[in-house]
Nanobody
Framework: VQLQASGGGLVQPGESLNLSCAASESIAAANVLAWFRQAPGKQREMVASISSGETLYYSGSVKGRFTISRDNAKNEFYLEMEDLQPEDMARYYC??????WGQGTQVTVSS
């Protein structure tokens, strides 16, 4: 599966962004769809995931501010990010089953 992440950009603290991940094939049978992020000098971390059974996971640092969702009909999944803070600044990657990875989209939070 080829993945294309999009939606990143430059925002001010407190603003929102919506990331999208478009898959080249059906994601309906995927076990897990997830978003990771990696900031310069830091390890890649998983911020959110959604399983085939709709079980959701959020890291503690984004819980309550980020929402992951999927649209199997469009072969896409999303990450809605609210109240962005400078510590959210990173390159965000989408993955299907931790096997296929997108190229990432940059999120910059700065006043």
């Amino acid at each position: 599966v080829q993945l294309q992440a999009s939606g990143g950009g430059l925002v001010q603290p407190g603003e929102s962004l919506n990331l999208s991940c478009a898959a080249s094939e059906s994601i309906a049978a995927a076990n897990v769809l997830a978003w990771f992020r990696q900031a310069p000098g830091k390890q890649r971390e998983m911020v959110a995931s959604i399983s085939s059974g709709e079980t959701l996971y959020y890291s503690g640092s984004v819980k309550g501010r980020f929402t992951i969702s999927r649209d199997n009909a469009k072969n896409e999944f999303y990450l809605e990010m609210e109240d962005l803070q400078p510590e959210d600044m990173a390159r965000y990657y989408c993955t299907v089953d931790f096997i296929s990875w997108g190229q990432g989209t940059q999120v910059t939070v700065s006043s």
